[in-house]
């Protein structure tokens, strides 16, 4: 599985973006899709994740009623709305992919995307 992510960008905090995350090769909907994020010199922290059937996302404290994840899988795409965005929502976006049950953990997953920079301004 190929994953492309974008939709990342500059906002003012309390704006909104949309990530995009475009997969190809084998069966997407067959596969958990996630959003994690990075900031330089920390871990990887996990966002959101959402089953193959697109039942009971899964969010991050941190986001819960400000992101929503959601996917298409006729468009082999899956994203992630931001609203209310916080500085502390700045980062770098990679969408994962993995086959069976969802997981919080990044090392559980087995396909990643290249990275979008989402940049909140206070």
């Known amino acids: 599985v190929q994953l492309q992510a974008s939709g990342g960008g500059l906002v003012q905090a309390g704006g909104s973006l949309r990530l995009s995350c475009a997969a190809s090769?084998?069966?997407?909907?067959?596969?958990?899709m996630g959003w994690f994020r990075q900031v330089p010199g920390e871990e990887r922290e996990f966002v959101a994740a959402?089953?193959?059937?697109?039942?009971?996302?899964y969010y991050a404290d941190s986001v819960k009623g400000r992101f929503t994840i959601s996917r298409d899988n006729a468009k082999n795409t899956v994203y992630l709305q931001m609203n209310s965005l916080k500085a502390e929502d700045t980062a770098v976006y990679y969408c994962?992919?993995?086959?069976?049950?969802?997981?919080?953990?990044?090392?559980?997953?087995?396909?990643w995307g290249q990275g979008t920079q989402v940049t909140v301004s206070s």
């Open positions: 994962a992919a993995r086959g069976g049950n969802l997981y919080t953990r990044g090392r559980q997953y087995d396909y």
């Open positions: 090769g084998r069966t997407f909907s067959a596969y958990v």
């Open positions: 959402i089953k193959w059937s697109g039942s009971t996302p």
